[in-house]
């Protein structure tokens, strides 16, 4: 195995054994809380890393891309919820994975869609399994646990011949909070929501064995999840600078970082530059708005301790611009000499490692290639 | 060959007839000025791409990445210029590439990294080619034409062993204008400051043969190259709604879209839901800044034909919410029904084509696969 400083910048380092406590942490919360833990894979698509999940209890994965599915049921994983609101041109595609044996699942939140499902399905001799997707928040896909419209979508998929499997939401709007009252009261409200879905078309007659829920901020912060019996949960497994202002991590839970190194100066304006641009971090500015802006990403040593007030203050493609907060650095030229290998820590952890085609994972003996994946 | 109403979705399309169109304008006018143009493939990173612009008349390529010059190398292309400031870990990469016959330049802008070039190449027997990089609008990296720097970054290079190639600049600042007069003020900056550099290190008695300038807009601007030997650009090949803010294309000219499926809505919104979010727009937002402000992207039909007022208004990792700006549109559910196919056009075609493995290039016969590459 090779080690960090034969690494070539920029690179996605992952550490491992960060991630395997932040695994842990979330699995132990979850069984102490009496619910499966259905990690979502959107966040590392890489097998190492989703194995690791699974070893220490996770049961079942959720996906975004039906290329998450077939990646991952190709490296023997059954039990799939695809969570975006499925469109009808992907039908195919999942009709040839349940024929594959897949026990994949899908989600719709709206009449038409469930029509053209169960629809497909009949014409195909499939029955699909779908859950509704219930909006908690307003925040963005979703059907309000009251109301006509749960119990229409409800009766297209049961009576048009689909499996009404259950109902899940996302309390996306966590990711506006930074106090443990407020996300406590966001996991309460994602709950009692999704809970109140699930009696309601019980209620009705129809069928439903699941109750989901989850983000990562309801998931650290829920008191209770009575009713709920799965939780979805995907960026904890490497945490970033969102999550650390949101207050669900500290910084030194980060698990992703991005390698770079030093290659040149405009020592007027206090900058270093360095080869990781927002190819690298991505253009993910998900700090601006919370408590504190990181830029594009915290600057740390090589060895990972945060260097404070520096930030890639912007970037290009292949140049990133670090700099000082809070008033120039005249002597940055002589702290970081070309060839400084820096580390950086990113804003959003899901759309860092998305830039990159593989991590390199530091483990005790060396560093490793884990793989990931790109594309729909 | 399969046609659009086939594709998954999200899908990126080029539209290869405008593609044609962008290079054949780009080549004719640098043909007119009477310079090589050396196209900057770190736009499409995709060899039919970079065929199309070698067989209009391009001479050589541009590449940000080692990755792009070993890629584009194993398919034949020699004359590369890797221009961003060469890290000295990323010398024995460099060399590897000129022992296998590439004819590789790369380029620094200050005397620590002109020493370790020099001093790595007289260790293992090569002269690297190396340009020296000149700063004409305080952008980003690179030299003042004037002062001693340039001079001393000039003979470390020289009297160490490595041969002096040139000199180039890149007038990023051009991406913050909006006017002709405006841009061919920038042009001409660029083009002056890279030429006096030029003449500062001859006086010297340095040698400085090639003269490289280069931007889209710019290059598309100049009035004059007068001393300047060839001009670098990438994004022309595509265009993108910043090019089109700036001036330099109309919005029929953006080559690059991305295909999407309406998958749900939230009525009271005034929102559609799309399978485009920012994993496939990417999270650029090139035109916040700019006169018209696009979200994330401008809404088309599944032709291509733009629909005034609507955006990709915000988005998370697969869902993008379109939206009609200046008012919401209580009827957005009857005016695109789940399963309605657009096309978005995205604010930056660098960022956004970077988020997929493949285009789905549009031809007269149908649509072809045309794969591009990730990573460093």
Known sequence: MTAIPELQTPAALVDAARMRANIARMQSRMDALGVKLRPHVKTSKSLPVVRAQLEAGARGITVSTLKEAEEFFDAGITDILYAVGIAPNKLPRALELRRRGCDLKF?????????????????HGEAFEVWIEIDVDAHRSGIPPEGEALLDVGRALHEGGARLGGVMAHAGGSYALDTPEALQAAAEQERAGTVRAAERL????????????GSTPTALSAQSLQGVTEVRAGVYVFFDLVMHN?????????????????????????????D?????MSRDRGTQAQKRDFGLGQVCTEDGAPIAGYLIESANQEHGIVARTGGMDPDIAARFPVGTRLRILPNHACATAAQFPAYSALLPGGVATWPRFQGW
């Open 202 to 213: 019980r209620e009705a007659g129809l069928p439903c064995p699941v109750v989901s829920v």
């Open 246 to 274: 949101i207050g669900v991590c500290t910084m030194d839970e980060i698990a992703l970082s991005v390698l770079t190194t030093v290659i040149g100066h405009q020592q007027d304006k206090g900058w270093a530059i360095v």
């Open 276 to 280: 990781a641009g927002w190819m690298a």
């Open 107 to 123: 989600i719709t939140d709206n009449v038409d869609g469930a029509e053209a499902v169960a629809r497909f399905g009949r014409e």
